[in-house]
């Protein structure tokens, strides 16, 4: 069984950093791209970022050079490390994986299959 | 970059069918997938590659792809189908590659 597994939220000040951990289990993590995702207060789904298999990584433009995408592959697990936080980076994260099988190094994405139940991230003062 | 819009509201009485669409540039040049996302839950995939279900989805759901709009359409809907509804893309064009989700629609069972 899939199971997508976050943490790491909580509230931080404005400018402050936080590191989100999403711990995967249940199949092959080297095979299959993972993303993070978010979904702001009232607010829709919003892709954050991509992590390939190959090492290739995405960002969403609002987040490119203060988050940084990684993964350990020794314990299945992926991370965000969210720098530079803004009140409009307050949202609950998802950690999703890519239903798309990937056997090379340059797969783009493609559709979720899986979702995790998602850590709250709340940028304030 | 590229955009997907949904109207954000559909009401629908049980027993009815409800239809969502997906506006986007010649959306038909790309695969759309959808997800169901009720409050406090994580989101489901319904629908991927235009119109196939993963396995665990009701055949009341389906959808379709052409021109400018997608449509997911949930025939007898349920109370349990009350839910936010969003269509997705990839978008591998451009400097900033990466999955493009639309607005969202709202699905409310009268």
């Known amino acids: 069984e899939v199971q997508l597994l976050e943490s790491g939220g909580g509230l931080v000040q404005p400018g402050g950093s936080l590191r989100l951990s999403c711990e995967a289990s249940?199949?092959?993590?080297?095979?299959?791209?993972m993303s993070w995702v978010r979904q702001a207060p009232g607010k829709g789904l919003e892709w954050v970022s991509f992590?390939?298999?190959?090492?290739?990584?995405y960002y969403a433009e609002s987040v490119e050079g203060r988050f940084t995408i990684s993964r350990d592959t020794s314990k299945n697990t992926m991370f965000l490390q969210m720098n530079s936080l803004r009140a409009e980076d307050t949202a609950m994260y998802y950690c999703?994986?890519?239903?798309?099988?990937?056997?090379?190094?340059?797969?783009?994405?493609?559709?979720?299959?899986?979702w995790g139940q998602g850590t709250l991230v709340t940028v304030s003062s | 970059s590229y955009v997907l819009t949904q109207s954000p509201s559909v009401s629908v009485a049980p027993g009815k069918t409800a239809r969502i669409t997906c506006g986007g540039d010649n959306i038909a040049s790309k695969s759309v997938h959808w997800y169901q996302h009720k409050p406090g839950q994580a989101p489901v995939l319904v629908i991927y590659y235009d119109a196939d279900r993963p396995s665990g989805i009701p055949e009341r759901f389906s959808a379709s792809n052409s021109g400018n709009t997608a449509t997911l359409t949930i025939s007898r809907v349920e109370g349990g189908d009350e839910a936010d509804y969003y269509c997705q893309v990839w978008d591998g064009s451009g400097d900033h590659p990466g999955y493009v989700f639309g607005t969202g629609t709202r699905v409310t069972v009268l």
């Open positions: 992590s390939g298999t190959g090492g290739r990584t």
């Open positions: 249940g199949f092959t993590f080297t095979s299959y791209a």
């Open positions: 999703a994986k890519d239903r798309r099988h990937c056997s090379s190094s340059s797969c783009s994405g493609d559709h979720f299959d899986y």
